[in-house]
């Protein structure tokens, strides 16, 4: 490389094979929505130092205004990456490097002579209208491929929060900790609804109170599955259920469990702790006929100070 003092030129001598290897389409990046050539990649291509090219480039600075070159900010060279590729320092660069535009590159071949200099400025300026052929005519396909991303993104949400939901109705389960809210037993279904009322009980932790006019000794094996210390209670009409004698043998053998009279209920209720569930049958009869059941946003205590 020789140095032209007197017209401030500078004059390269480098392997032009050497320089005709380097794939110039991959040294062109997008920079704040322009397409640019690093310093380093240039200097590379021209076969001179870095710092000599940009030696040159500062002694004619009246030549290159922004649009022609720009200098790197250190965010720039971290988030692109450019920092490794100049130099390899990292986040310690010490000098920002220098980009350059297609109109950059064309003003380098006044600045720098040499027939490479002629040669490399050739491919380069084919490399820039290749490149900008290529983004016009893929311009649908990439505007399609960014859309693509961004209904990905949303998926990729929508399934974190899908799973999130599903782990967390998984965990209730194993914790047995899930209380169903409402439904229907169909005709058939004895053993659903069996099951469904023993879980309802098991999970009860200090009280289980059943409304119910129509009462046997059926309910009293589902209430017996309560945990010990769960206190259990029968409301009915005593014109319609005749379980005295089979609840004081039940009683007799098995934890206690209370029966109050009440006349003025139509509906069945089954009260855990403080949540009520309405049922549209007799717990006795559920499985034989269609019936419905609920979970209330109802306190408890306004239906059993009602009672009578």
């Not at 322009?34 to 009246?62: C, F, H, M, P």
């Not at 060279?77 to 320092?89: E, K, P, V």
């Not at 490399?120 to 693509?148: D, H, K, P």
Request: glycine share 4%; aromatic share 8%.
């Amino acid at each position: 490389m020789k140095e032209n003092k007197d017209n401030n030129k500078i004059e390269l001598i480098t392997d032009s094979t050497q320089s005709a290897m380097l794939p110039i389409e991959n040294l062109i990046h997008v920079i704040r929505g322009q397409q640019v050539i690093l310093d380093s990649d240039l200097a590379r291509l021209y076969g001179v130092e870095t710092k000599r090219l940009k030696e040159q480039v500062r002694r004619n600075l009246n030549r290159f205004p922004t649009d022609f070159m720009f200098e790197l900010t250190k965010e720039e060279c971290l988030r692109s990456q450019f920092a490794t590729l100049n130099g390899g320092r990292g986040q310690h660069i010490k000098y920002m490097p220098f980009v350059f535009t297609e109109n950059g590159v064309a003003m380098l071949s006044s600045v720098l002579k040499s027939e490479t200099a002629i040669e490399v400025n050739i491919r380069i300026m084919r490399a820039f209208t290749s490149m900008r052929s290529f983004l016009t005519s893929n311009a649908r396909i990439f505007q399609r491929l960014e859309t693509i991303e961004h209904h990905q993104l949303l998926l990729q949400k929508h399934q974190s929060e899908t799973d999130k939901k599903i782990e967390e109705v998984l965990t209730r389960l194993d914790n047995n900790d899930l209380e169903p809210i409402e439904g229907f037993f169909f005709e058939g279904q004895i053993f659903d609804a069996y099951t469904l009322i023993a879980d309802l009980v098991r999970k009860a932790k200090k009280r289980i109170i059943l409304i119910d006019n129509y009462v046997d000794d059926k309910i009293l094996k589902v209430l017996d599955k309560r945990k010990e210390g769960v206190s259990a209670t029968i409301y009915t009409d005593p014109r319609h259920s005749h379980i005295s004698l089979d609840l004081s043998r039940h009683n007799a053998q098995y934890p206690h469990i209370e029966l109050k009279n009440c006349v003025n209920v139509h509906d069945r209720f089954l009260i855990i702790d403080n949540s009520v569930y309405f049922i549209g049958g007799s717990i006795k009869d559920l499985g034989k006929k269609i019936v419905a059941f609920s979970q209330m946003q109802q306190n408890p205590d306004d239906i059993l100070l009602r009672l009578r």
